[in-house]
Structure formats: C-alpha cells, structure tokens
C-alpha cells in the first residue's frame, strides 16, 4: 500500500478514526439495507440538491444528440439512482469480504492475466469511470501467481479522505501507488523479477501541460485526453488490456479483459490511447447510465488550448 508523505495532526486523527468508525459501522450493513440509503441519496441529489444536474445533462444530450429528451431523461435517472449505489457499494469496501466480492464482482477471463504473468509480462489495465471502478481492486482474487498487482493512485487534497481510501482500495490485496513513483515501482520490481499488472484509469481531464492528444469522444470533436499510459506502456513493454465491465443488475458487476496489444512498441504513436477511447465509448453507448456524467469532462477546449500555446517553446501556460 503506498505510504503517507504526511503526518495527520491531532484533530485529524481524530476526524479519521471518527470517520472510520462511521463508515465501517455502515458497511456491516446487509446489501439490501445499504441499497434504501441509496434510494435516499438519490432522492437528495436528484429531487432535492439537483447535484451537478446542469453538467449531467449538458454532458447526456451533447454526447448523445440522436436521442430525445425522453430517453435522455431515463439515462438521468437511471445515472442518478447508479450514482448512489456507487456511493454505498463504495462504503460496502471497508467490511466486504473476499468471499462477497467474488459474488458481487466477476472476471470472466482471468486466465488472459495468468498466460501474461506466467511469461514475466508486465500488464497496462485500462480503464474508467465506469460501473463500479473501486471493485475492480479485486482483481487479485481471480487470479494467483508471482506478480506485483496494483492501481494508480493520485493523493487527495484531504488528508483524512487520502487515508480512508487508502485504506478501502488496499483491502483485496493490491498497492495503490502514488502517480509520481510509478516508474520506480515498476523498475523495483522487474529488478526484482516481478511482472507488474497496474491499472490506470485514464478518463480524466488532463491539465493544460499534460494534454497529450486530442480525439473525438462520445460527439466531443476536440476532447483532451492523457497519453502518459500509453507511453509508460511503450518503455516497459507492458501488454495493454482494457478492462469491459457490464453492470448485470444492482450490486453485481461483470468484467471481461480485452486484449489490445501484447506489443505496444510495435503500434504506431497514440494508436493504444485511440484505441482505449474507441472501447471505452463503445461500452458507455451500451449502458450509458453508469459512466461518471457528473464529471465536467469536455471543459478545457482546443480553441483554450491553442490560446494558451507558446510557439516559440512549445510548452501550455497554466
């Protein structure tokens, strides 16, 4: 698990183990209960707070202009009452046992990872915002072998929500290791012969300085997208997967890893990234209720960008 580069002064230890003990005392509930608190948060974010409904819609009827205000409005909902249950299966993290999760989080093909591991390849997981992203930290259930399994891990601003999911994202057996020791942890480990399986979730919205490519997305002409996996992939020969996830029914997921290239040096530049987008789309037009729309994802534009642009360095003001 990574380790904290700071120290927690006395009133947030204290907020932390109050914190703590709140969400874990609501974790022990059962499923079916954890799922009415649901029912509430969507409610109060739907009906009541209209949490972020402005961005939720802008974003429905701009990446999806073929359907009607009808249908647009189902997918709202439909994200919203998601929304909580995302919420709640979050919390379910801190207790959930190894056993329940292998109920409640399914990988199809496993064995994809193991023939990988087996032949001391490392391993690039691709994936979003999308279903339930903190379950698929259970990946090490699914399959055993000799390898160093682990996701990125960006550090929050809050001290006390650092730790707690920290905590929360460790529980099934993966390291969460911060984005600026990637490389090192990568070559600690081939040094010592372990092949990495790391997952990246790559859907953000990149600062202006790390805007490393533009496509379009989801109706989106000109979106902003990283390209710093792709080429931490390239120097570490790492196979590319991206991980398909369906949501079956409430509280059961199912996952199927797609195999996009077993030699990443050998693709042409940016070929992988344009390539993650594609499936990434195509799994969000099969079920497009359950990406995060609440996130603003098209706000920095090209014409910003271009603004921003020194010609004669090359480099993005801040």
Known sequence: MAQSTYTLNIWQRI???LAFALIYCVSLLPFWLLYRLSDLIFLLAYYVVGYRKAIVRKNLRDSFPEKDEKELRKIERTFYRWFGDYIVETLKLFSMSKKSMRRHMVFRNPEMLEEMVAKGQSVALYLGHYCNWEWI???PLWFKGNYAGS???HVLESHVMDKLLLYSRHRMGTENVKIMDVL???VDNR????????GFISDQVPFW??????????????TPVLTGTERIARRYDMACVYIDIKRLRRGYYEAE?????????????????TDYFRRLEQSIQRQPAFWLWTHNRWKRTYEEYERRLDPATGKVRL
């Open 15 to 17: 907020a932390y183990c």
């Open 137 to 139: 930290t259970s990946i």
């Open 151 to 153: 996701q990125v891990y």
């Open 184 to 186: 090192r942890y990568i």
């Open 191 to 198: 040094k010592a012969g372990l092949p990495v399986v790391m």
């Open 209 to 222: 300085n790390n805007i490393g490519h533009w496509l379009t997305f989801l109706n989106h002409p000109n």
């Open 257 to 273: 890893y797609q195999l996009m290239t077993a030699t990443p040096k050998d693709e042409p530049d940016l070929a992988i990234t």
